[in-house]
Each structure stands twice: as structure tokens, then as C-alpha cells.
């Protein structure tokens, strides 16, 4: 954390864990994939949904924050949306299994969108809180440092929720269970050392509950990026969401062998998240974003077309892989920080937050409707033209981000 204060490392590190149990309980449903779609009876649309349900439900309360979050302390918003996502987690994990697979998979769905509601506030807050309390010459690295939580999640969550789906002979709710355990005395210490945070409120004198969105749509830099953040998650989640069922029915791998490419593509992004944050500082958000985002596309347009290799092929496009997408994700949500005044922040982070979660849902549903498969042991059809559609979303995150580097320079110019 070099760079970093030693009053701001305690706040990270917590900003940090809540973001790992948030993206543990969102990402485990896709590397159990093949064996949701057995366990449940269900095909690539009926999982694509089951995937997309937490997203969507993210979706509507981060839309709903935009109206309220910035009258709130970020504190206690957090401490009560992270409270509700260990509930919703929890109800996941102690779901019975019945004897009806459609009611079993109407009851898994309830417990996601109960997740997705109170979880996806977390994204925005948390985001928030780094705009506010780091300065913005440290906040490439503060990024960095959160981002991390994807990274962790990749290289410790995701092979030990596997590990424990193995030793549990493919029980698919003993994540859940691990999740919540986890997320308890992570709760705690955030009461215990996330410090009130009002400051936003006392530049005020009243609160416009629809400011926020009449300048997403009045605000050349807000409605760019927020085009720009549904983009880069459209860009990376349709292909990671049917990523795992690939890998296994057309690639060749066992599940067994899944965990080991999240924690192979984990480590690379350790080494490479503070590299990048460092260099976002250095270099620049927009030339750090636009490179990552470049090389991005040539790991999504091979694991999409990738035929049966052996398992260390795989492991060495995965790294690739995660260390771009994550990459990208570290100079993009510094970008996102800087487009608005630290008294519209939260309302706009959550906002973005809302349109990434929408993104993130769409995703399976839009990969679901590409992809076709003839049995649940049958390889996957048309998972190229996911990697298509990724790519293509990519390159239009591209023009975006040269249109807020241009606004960006008018607003320094205006100085």
C-alpha cells in the first residue's frame, strides 16, 4: 500500500472485504454452472436467468439509492445494506431441496434477487466512501487496493468455495454458507472502524431527490459514463457468465479442475493490480484504461473459439484474461470518481452502480438467448458470437472514454 496513509489502510482494507463477499456470492454461481444446470433440470436460457437475478435485482435498489443515498451517512447506508446482503446470503445457503427441480429453481431465484436487492447497494457506497476520504493524487492506488477484492475473491474465495463443493460431493448451497460465516465478523469491523461520513451532507441546504438522474440525462460526462461503465461490464460478464459450462463441455476440463483457473488467473491479478495503480497515477487514467482495454479483447476472443487443449493452456489464457479485465476496471472506476462533485457523489455512484448491476444482469440473459445446447451434456453452440458481442462492446468503450478525456481537458482548461 505504498502511497496510501496509514489512516486511510484500515478504511480500505474493510471497503475491501465487503467488496470480496459481495463478488464471492455474485461470481460462485458461475463456476457452478454445469453443475446448477444439472442439479436443477435447466438449459442455457433458464440458467442464463438464474444468473442474471441478482444483477437485475441489484439494479432496481442501487436506481432506488440514487434518490436517497446522498441525504444518508455512507456509514450507516453501508452497515445496513451489508447487514440485508448477509441475510439474503444466508437464505440462499439454508434453501431446501425439494422434490420438484422448477420449484427448487423458483426458490433459488427468490433467494438471489433477495441478495441482489440489498447487495447491490454495496458497489456504490463503497465507491463513494473512496471518493470522499481518499484524495484524488492516491485514489488510482486506493483503487487498486479495492479492486483487489476481485482478485482475492478469484485466487482464495472462488477454489475454496469449490474445494468445498467437491468435499461436499457437489452441494451447490455450502458456499452460501461459507459466505455469510465470513461476511459476520467483516460487518464487525466496519461498525468498528469505518468512521461516520457526513461531510457531503453539510454543503447543502436541501436535497433534490431527482437531481441525480436529470443530470445523467442533462450532463455530457455523466450520461458517457455511465454508457461507458454498461460497456465495459457487457464486455466482460457475457463471457464469463457461460465461461465455466464451456470450459467443461466443449473444452474438455473436469470441474474439478475450474478452481484452479480462478486461482492461477487471482494470482496474476495480485501482482498486477498495485502495477496498475500505480501506473494509473503515474501515467494517467485514460492511457492506463485505453492499453488494458486493447490487449482485453484478445483472451475474450480466444477462450470464446478455444478447442479441447489441456488444462495449462487454459490456466495460461485465464491469467490474461483476469489480469486485463481487472485491469481495465482499475483506471475506469478512477474515471468514474472524477465526473462528479463530491455532494452528487453517492447519488451518481449509485447510479453507475444501478447500470452496472443492469449490465451485469443482462448479461446471462443475453448470452443465454446466443447460446444453444442440444442436452445438458451436449457441447455449447454460438459461444463465438458472445465473444463477438464482448468484443464490440469494447471498442465502443473506447470512443466513449476518448469523449470524457476531452471533456476532462475542457473542464482543467476552464480551471
Same mark, same amino acid.
Do not use: C
Given at each position: 500500500?505504498?502511497?496510501?496513509?496509514?489512516?486511510?489502510?484500515?478504511?480500505?482494507?474493510?471497503?475491501?472485504?465487503?467488496? %470480496?463477499?459481495?463478488?464471492?456470492?455474485?461470481?460462485?454461481?458461475?463456476? =457452478?454452472?454445469?453443475?446448477?444446470?444439472?442439479?436443477?433440470?435447466?438449459?442455457?436460457?433458464? +440458467?442464463?436467468?438464474?444468473?442474471?437475478? +441478482?444483477?437485475?435485482?441489484?439494479?432496481?435498489?442501487?436506481?432506488?439509492?440514487? %434518490? +436517497?443515498?446522498?441525504?444518508?451517512?455512507?456509514?450507516?447506508?453501508?452497515?445496513?445494506?451489508?447487514? $440485508? %446482503?448477509?441475510?439474503?446470503?444466508?437464505?440462499?445457503?439454508?434453501?431446501?431441496?425439494?422434490?420438484?427441480?422448477? @420449484?427448487?429453481?423458483?426458490?433459488?431465484?427468490?433467494?438471489?434477487?433477495?441478495?441482489?436487492?440489498?447487495?447491490?447497494?454495496?458497489?456504490?457506497?463503497?465507491?463513494?466512501?473512496?471518493?470522499?476520504?481518499?484524495?484524488?493524487?492516491?485514489?488510482?492506488?486506493?483503487?487498486?487496493?479495492?479492486?483487489?477484492?476481485?482478485?482475492?475473491?478469484?485466487?482464495?474465495?472462488?477454489?475454496?468455495?469449490?474445494?468445498?463443493?467437491?468435499? %461436499?460431493?457437489?452441494?451447490? #448451497?455450502?458456499?452460501?454458507?461459507?459466505? /455469510?460465516?465470513?461476511?459476520?465478523?467483516?460487518?464487525?469491523?466496519?461498525?468498528?472502524?469505518?468512521?461516520?461520513?457526513?461531510? #457531503? =451532507?453539510? &454543503?447543502?441546504?436541501?436535497?433534490?431527490? /431527482?437531481?441525480?438522474?436529470?443530470?445523467?440525462?442533462?450532463?455530457?460526462? *455523466?450520461?458517457?459514463?455511465?454508457?461507458?461503465?454498461?460497456?465495459?461490464?457487457?464486455?466482460?460478464?457475457?463471457?464469463? &457468465?457461460?465461461?465455466?459450462?464451456?470450459?467443461?463441455?466443449? !473444452?474438455?476440463?473436469? *470441474? #474439478?479442475?475450474?478452481?484452479?483457473?480462478?486461482?492461477?488467473?487471482?494470482?496474476?491479478?495480485?501482482?498486477?493490480?498495485?502495477?496498475? $495503480?500505480?501506473?494509473?497515477?503515474?501515467?494517467?487514467?485514460?492511457?492506463?484504461? /485505453?492499453?488494458?482495454?486493447?490487449?482485453?479483447?484478445?483472451?475474450?476472443?480466444?477462450?470464446? #473459439?478455444?478447442?479441447? !487443449?489441456?488444462?495449462? !493452456?487454459?490456466?495460461?489464457?485465464?491469467?490474461?484474461?483476469?489480469?486485463?479485465?481487472?485491469?481495465?476496471?482499475?483506471?475506469?472506476?478512477?474515471?468514474?470518481?472524477?465526473?462528479?462533485?463530491?455532494?452528487?457523489?453517492?447519488?451518481?455512484?449509485?447510479?453507475?452502480?444501478?447500470?452496472?448491476?443492469?449490465?451485469? $444482469?443482462?448479461?446471462?440473459?443475453?448470452?443465454?438467448?446466443?447460446? /444453444?445446447?442440444?442436452?445438458?451434456?451436449?457441447?455449447? =453452440?454460438?459461444?463465438?458470437?458472445?465473444?463477438? @458481442?464482448?468484443?464490440?462492446?469494447?471498442?465502443?468503450?473506447?470512443?466513449?472514454?476518448?469523449?470524457?478525456?476531452?471533456?476532462?481537458?475542457?473542464?482543467?482548461? &476552464?480551471?
Amino acid at each position: 500500500m505504498s502511497g496510501i496513509q496509514r489512516s486511510e489502510r484500515a478504511l480500505l482494507v474493510v471497503l475491501a472485504a465487503i467488496q %470480496f463477499t459481495n463478488i464471492v456470492d455474485f461470481m460462485i454461481m458461475m463456476p =457452478m454452472g454445469d453443475i446448477l444446470k444439472k442439479e436443477l433440470s435447466i438449459g442455457p436460457q433458464e +440458467y442464463g436467468f438464474l444468473v442474471s437475478s +441478482y444483477g437485475i435485482a441489484a439494479f432496481a435498489t442501487a436506481f432506488a439509492g440514487v %434518490f +436517497y443515498l446522498d441525504n444518508l451517512d455512507r456509514r450507516k447506508a453501508l452497515l445496513t445494506a451489508y447487514f $440485508g %446482503f448477509m441475510i439474503g446470503t444466508l437464505s440462499s445457503a439454508i434453501l431446501p431441496n425439494t422434490e420438484s427441480d422448477s @420449484l427448487n429453481y423458483a426458490l433459488f431465484i427468490l433467494t438471489r434477487v433477495i441478495t441482489g436487492l440489498t447487495g447491490g447497494l454495496l458497489g456504490g457506497l463503497v465507491m463513494s466512501i473512496i471518493g470522499d476520504a481518499i484524495p484524488l493524487e492516491r485514489r488510482g492506488r486506493a483503487m487498486g487496493i479495492v479492486t483487489m477484492a476481485f482478485s482475492l475473491a478469484a485466487i482464495l474465495g472462488m477454489p475454496i468455495a469449490l474445494t468445498l463443493v467437491d468435499v %461436499f460431493d457437489n452441494n451447490w #448451497h455450502v458456499p452460501f454458507y461459507g459466505v /455469510t460465516l465470513l461476511a459476520v465478523p467483516i460487518w464487525i469491523m466496519a461498525w468498528k472502524r469505518i468512521p461516520p461520513m457526513r461531510e #457531503h =451532507m453539510k &454543503s447543502k441546504a436541501s436535497y433534490d431527490r /431527482t437531481a441525480a438522474i436529470r443530470l445523467a440525462f442533462t450532463s455530457r460526462e *455523466q450520461r458517457n459514463a455511465l454508457l461507458f461503465t454498461v460497456l465495459l461490464v457487457l464486455g466482460q460478464f457475457t463471457v464469463i &457468465s457461460f465461461m465455466t459450462p464451456y470450459y467443461i463441455n466443449n !473444452v474438455g476440463l473436469a *470441474q #474439478h479442475d475450474i478452481k484452479w483457473i480462478y486461482l492461477v488467473g487471482g494470482a496474476a491479478t495480485v501482482v498486477s493490480g498495485f502495477f496498475i $495503480g500505480r501506473m494509473v497515477d503515474k501515467v494517467g487514467r485514460f492511457r492506463v484504461f /485505453t492499453i488494458a482495454a486493447l490487449l482485453s479483447i484478445i483472451p475474450v476472443l480466444v477462450i470464446t #473459439h478455444l478447442p479441447v !487443449v489441456p488444462l495449462y !493452456v487454459v490456466l495460461a489464457i485465464a491469467a490474461f484474461f483476469f489480469v486485463l479485465v481487472s485491469g481495465r476496471m482499475i483506471p475506469a472506476n478512477t474515471i468514474a470518481t472524477t465526473v462528479v462533485n463530491p455532494q452528487q457523489r453517492a447519488g451518481f455512484m449509485s447510479l453507475n452502480s444501478a447500470m452496472m448491476s443492469l449490465a451485469s $444482469g443482462s448479461s446471462g440473459i443475453i448470452s443465454g438467448a446466443i447460446i /444453444t445446447q442440444v442436452d445438458e451434456n451436449a457441447p455449447l =453452440m454460438n459461444f463465438e458470437y458472445v465473444g463477438y @458481442l464482448a468484443a464490440a462492446s469494447t471498442l465502443f468503450s473506447l470512443l466513449i472514454v476518448r469523449v470524457l478525456k476531452r471533456i476532462a481537458k475542457e473542464k482543467e482548461t &476552464s480551471l
